[in-house]
């Protein structure tokens, strides 16, 4: 049994910008008087109509005593003005409601909408009847208000507990922060006003480009989210082999953090360079307290900052790579870096990848996948990395490094690169990026089955 919450414009449907504006300008002519005070509202998305109008007034008080007699004219000049030719559905709507309806799953209404605006929108495009019930932003100031009504609902239908959380779907930032409030599940959809990149920096349960993506995925979206104690995945190999790119698209498609480890090495690595630190251990320690080394998750992904620099490119570059290992080998070092590493990490819903993460940063890691490839498809890889920085760099260059390295970080004294004895081994010389992820994707799965069969026998 699944539950979903589903928004209905920008989700379900779009109605004309200049029709909805008109709508409210006609109702707050007749209730207000005058024009309606746009430059006091930032943005509709997201909002509930209390909300909205609150913000229009200035007053929250005054909103919601109007409310009754401003949504009883809003919804009748909605019914009037709103109609099809005003009204086109999201991609793939159709065969998601279908595709719901075939699984047996419950589909709830959770809009910001006032409720007779609602219900005439989904009848206008002809989608009323696939929902059960719903919830509606004529008397709730926070989305999360609606929420809960929605939790409450559920829990008098269905006595006994679903077997997964219930899922909000929509298109805001604020539909994904409800869910987090409340605890459940959410699926975010970049068919509103918001880009996939912006939404998934907000860290939904799982991001969509569409709802015909929702359909196609909707067993992935249960059995990778079901980790409600959020999985650590450990990903470890040697450079070239493809785990960081891997490792990132992966907690993308799992909506979980990616900590990419060898960017801290990297930028500790930069800040002796730039400041003539020697590159010992002690001075490299000394350093380590001196400096701030930041991950910061942005719509355009991971970013590492240096002192409050972004430094993603530049601790890329050879003088990085060339200085990296040696900087990394260090006792101190490390020693801090892994203390770091399991704050980052200790709740878990992170991918982690680096050289030693499934064995000294995360050995009791969920998931530890080890990628390698062989030497002259990783040279060949990390050349077109550089291409852009360094168009002159040579494949054999290249290979005559990463062999250095390798040999470097597989006999250092201290966390050497090395298989974990449970890690699910990749070799990615003949595979894409997207085969390397569904592998590990197909091993969560898997694992996860396992992990959740072990809580409910315990």
């Avoid at 006609?26 to 005070?37: E, K, N």
Wanted: hydrophobic content about 40%.
């Amino acid at each position: 049994m699944l539950l979903l919450l589903v928004d209905i414009d920008g989700t379900l449907l779009r109605v004309d910008r200049t029709v909805t504006r008109r709508v409210w300008s006609d109702a707050w002519a007749a209730v207000l008087g005058g024009q309606v005070p746009w430059n006091r509202l930032d943005s509709m998305a997201g909002k509930t109509d209390l909300q909205i109008l609150a913000q229009l007034l200035g007053d929250r008080s005054a909103a919601q005593a109007i409310a009754p007699a401003f949504f009883d004219t809003l919804a009748q000049v909605a019914v009037e003005s709103i109609q099809s030719d005003a009204i086109s559905l999201c991609p793939h709507v159709g065969d998601f409601l279908h595709a719901m309806e075939q699984s047996g799953t419950t589909l709830v209404i959770l809009t910001g909408n006032e409720r007779r605006c609602g219900w005439h929108k989904l009848r206008i495009a002809g989608v009323e009847e696939y929902f059960v019930e719903g919830f509606f932003g004529c008397a709730a100031l926070k989305r999360s208000e609606l929420v809960r009504q929605a939790l409450h609902w559920a829990r008098s239908r269905f006595p006994a507990p679903l077997p997964v959380p219930p899922i909000v779907v929509g298109d805001t930032p604020n539909d994904i922060a409800c869910a987090r409030a409340h605890q459940i599940w959410s699926a975010a959809v970049a068919t509103g006003p918001f880009s996939f990149d912006t939404l998934q920096a907000h860290q939904p349960t799982a991001c969509f480009r569409h709802l015909g993506e929702v359909a196609l995925s909707l067993q992935r979206i249960v059995s990778q989210a079901s980790m409600s104690r959020k999985l650590i995945i450990a990903i470890d190999g040697p450079a070239g082999s493809g785990k960081t790119t891997t490792a990132r698209l992966l907690a993308e498609r799992l909506g979980y953090t990616y900590i990419d480890t060898g960017a801290m090495y990297r930028a500790l690595t930069l800040a002796a360079l730039e400041q003539g630190i020697p590159l010992t251990d002690d001075a490299l320690a000394d350093l380590l307290d001196r400096i701030s080394i930041e991950l910061r998750h942005t719509p355009s992904g991971q970013r590492t900052f240096l002192n409050g620099r972004d430094v993603s490119e530049r601790i890329r570059e050879p003088d990085v790579t060339a200085h990296v290992s040696m900087v990394s080998s260090f006792p101190s070092v490390r020693r801090v870096m892994v203390r770091v590493q399991q704050q980052l990490g200790r709740h878990g819903g992170v991918v982690m990848d680096g050289r030693d993460i499934g064995t000294a940063v995360f050995p009791d890691a969920d998931i530890k996948v080890f990628m390698t490839a062989d030497l002259d498809t990783r040279a060949r890889r990390r050349q077109a990395e550089l291409h852009q920085s360094n168009p002159t760099v040579t494949a054999e260059e290249i290979k005559r490094q990463l062999d250095q390295r390798d040999r470097f970080d597989s006999t250092r004294e201290h966390n050497p690169l090395r298989k974990a004895s449970d890690a699910l081994v990749i070799d990615t010389t003949n595979l894409t990026i997207e085969e390397q992820v569904e592998r590990i994707l197909d091993y969560v799965r898997q694992r996860t089955a396992v992990l959740n069969s072990s809580s409910l026998e315990q």
